[in-house]
């Protein structure tokens, strides 16, 4: 006991790991009166050790003592093995979750408030520039194996995640951090669940990225200096959700308690590629379990490299979910059912290139590319350290930067301190710093803000991102062929887009070598490597029936494209910049009124109608010319 004495006389000051929702991080008393088990060791490393020798089932455990931090980057974890060898948080703390000097810790517990009657086997304690003076544990022994039992564990969790959300939350504050956690379902879960999904080890921390809600997640320390006068050649943002008009990633899903993150972004990378290869929105809902399970690596239920569900992709191809669905059960990820199943689509990519982890290489292959496969590696603080350090792949689809009065997240506090939104100041020095768009894989219930994807600066690339790649054309598929890619243009702008991949044989012998910047914008034409668009004169695109019928005057290109039709019924004239483009599909129709100084270009399959004597006079040095496959109608009037 003179240990115990020692701790209380030295360590003054203290700040209780419970002071926020006591309660629920105190041994429930109601399963039954605590037995007490007197440990008095002081631990500065790793260890494990078994005190239990005549327990043989409990309901509740709970552990006193207190923690000496050596510096902001420290770690404690306490962990409660049982004879399954199943584990149970019964305590963790780091910087994000107690910024104090010194934690007293009187009773605490965690997962162990309320346990299922099992019968514990050994604690592990770990800890890293911290030392940890533990006095005892206490034990309750009521069984717990009624049916209520799951939903009471769940409840006391939920509160017990609000709580240190709390504490994120004023420490993300207190040191200007541009995130907010909040009840999300990875926060939700057990930890060695958590542990799995996220490819952490017991002697590291996630920073709280289990709880990230809303804003950007930075891996690493701010920069030192301003980055004001950003240098990069690159376009400021760019979003695959969002290009020529259309959102090519394909819904956000679920990888359960599973380690299948490679897989998920694996297929969903490919699922993304799928529909630019073949420029339309496909969205095949392609299997993660058969790239996790018959890609040959031993034990996908607890993770895989990104290389082993692309390289299956490639030489073997993935089949549809429905015929090969996810199944959330460990043993079912070590049997390969492929050879037994009749897909109704099989992917098969041309194969992945590996992406250099710098910021412009991984924005050019982003840009020119796709999305990317990839996956983050945090080391907090020390960014030589082989410790505090997650592994979990996502898809990147996008990328954007920081700039002065943007909003990164509004306040939503329940303590109701402080309330509004976070916006970046000219002295902050993230000015300029590039954030990335991540696809996760947790669904997107309790996620409002971002519906699924997490937006995340990596100060040290090479440390904070993992092996990253992209697909690469062509792709094969049973239900479609190269014949079956949409070459098009949508905007009538005259440049044709035919997604991702060389241009097809069948485009039109007219369209230009260089494909479309953004097919949905007649104001733009082609981009350049860097993602900047090549600026056109003023356009609108005609989708749908159009008439003019006042007498007028227009300098804006006019792209007539398939569905739409622009009738004439009085007097236009084309001034400036200003022409006419029918597309296929399109129909320019001249009703009893006059087209003034045209400039016409028709193109196969559109159609030309002139009625009740209307009248195109064509501009000066321009001649109408009607290709092969134009239809030109000429009921009643002339051409000039």
């Known amino acids: 006991m003179k240990l115990h004495k020692l701790i209380i006389l030295t360590i003054v000051g203290l700040v209780h790991l419970h002071i926020n929702a006591a309660d629920y991080f105190k041994l429930d ?23 239990f020798s005549s327990h043989s089932s409990i309901s509740g455990l709970s552990i006193s003592g207190s923690i000496e931090k050596k510096s902001k980057d420290f770690l404690v974890r306490v962990i409660l093995v049982d004879n399954d060898n199943r584990e149970h948080l019964v305590l963790e703390s780091y910087n994000m979750l107690n910024d104090d000097l010194n934690i007293s810790i009187d009773d605490y517990c965690e997962e162990t408030r309320l346990l299922n009657g099992i019968n514990p086997k050994a604690i592990k304690v770990v800890t890293k520039n911290a030392t940890l003076y533990f006095t005892d544990i206490k034990l309750t022994d009521k069984n717990n194996t009624n049916t209520n039992w799951a939903r009471n564990f769940e409840e006391i969790k939920k509160e017990q995640v609000k709580a240190k959300i709390e504490r994120i939350n004023d420490y993300n504050f207190k040191h200007k951090k541009l995130w907010r956690a909040g009840i999300t379902q990875l926060s939700l879960k057990r930890y060695e669940d958590r542990k799995r999904i996220l490819g952490i080890r017991d002697d590291t921390h996630t920073g709280g990225i289990e709880y990230y809600y809303d804003g950007i997640f ?26 020529h008009g259309k959102n090519w990633i394909t819904p956000n899903k679920d990888q359960e308690d599973s380690g299948f993150c ?56 993935v089949c549809d979910d429905v015929v090969y669905p996810f199944v959330n059960d460990s043993l079912e990820s070590l049997n390969c059912r492929s050879s037994f199943i009749c897909p109704n689509e099989l992917i098969k990519i041309g194969g992945y290139v590996s992406v250099s982890r710098t910021e412009n290489n991984m924005k050019n292959a982003i840009i020119n590319h796709g999305p990317l496969a990839s996956s983050i590696h945090c080391f907090w603080y020390n960014p030589d350290s082989t410790h505090y350090i997650i592994s979990h792949a996502m898809l990147i689809v996008g990328y954007g930067q920081l700039h002065v009065g943007d909003t990164i997240y509004r306040y939503i506090e329940p303590n109701g301190l402080f309330n509004g939104a976070f916006t970046v100041k000219e002295e902050d020095p993230r000015i300029g710093c590039t954030y990335w768009i991540y696809k996760n894989s947790y669904g997107t219930t309790m996620d409002e803000a971002h519906q699924g994807y997490m937006h995340i600066i990596h100060y040290n690339y090479s440390n904070s991102v993992g092996s990253t790649y992209y697909c ?9 062929s190269n014949s079956d890619i949409v070459c098009e243009d949508a905007d009538g702008d005259g440049y044709y887009f035919w997604g991702i991949g060389p241009k097809p044989s069948h485009c039109p ?59 004439i019924t009085g007097t236009t004239t084309l001034t400036g910049n200003s022409k ?41 040095g321009k001649t109408f010319e009607a290709l092969k496959g134009v239809v030109v109608n000429i009921e009643s009037g002339v051409i000039n």
């Open 29 to 51: 008393k109601s399963n039954g009166a605590a037995s007490k088990i007197d440990i008095n060791r002081v631990f500065t490393e790793n260890r494990t050790f078994s005190p």
């Open 218 to 243: 930075e891996i690493g320390e701010a920069l030192p200096v301003n980055r004001n006068q950003n240098t990069t050649l690159y376009i400021d943002s760019f979003d695959w959700r969002n290009r």
């Open 262 to 317: 490679c897989a998920f972004t694996a297929v969903g990378a490919t699922e993304a590629m799928t529909n630019l290869y073949y420029n339309q929105l496909i969205n095949v809902d392609l299997s993660e379990q058969e790239a996790a399970c018959c890609n040959g690596y031993n034990n996908p239920w607890t993770g895989m490299p990104l290389s082993a569900p692309l390289s299956y992709i490639r030489d073997y191809g």
């Open 472 to 480: 690469s054309p062509s792709i094969t598929s049973m239900n479609y």
């Open 509 to 567: 012998s007219w369209a230009p070598d260089t494909p479309d910047g953004d097919d949905s914008n007649i104001n733009y034409g082609t981009l350049d490597s860097y993602g900047h668009l090549n600026a056109l004169p003023a356009g609108i695109t005609i989708k749908t029936p159009v008439t003019y019928s006042s007498n007028s005057s227009t300098s804006y290109r006019l792209g007539i494209v398939n569905g739409g039709s622009l009738t």
């Open 580 to 620: 006419i483009r029918v597309c296929e599909g399109g129909a320019l129709i001249v009703d009893g009124g006059i087209l003034q100084n045209a400039d016409i270009t028709m193109v196969p399959g559109s159609q030309l109608i002139v009625r009740n004597n209307g009248i195109i006079n064509m501009a000066s």
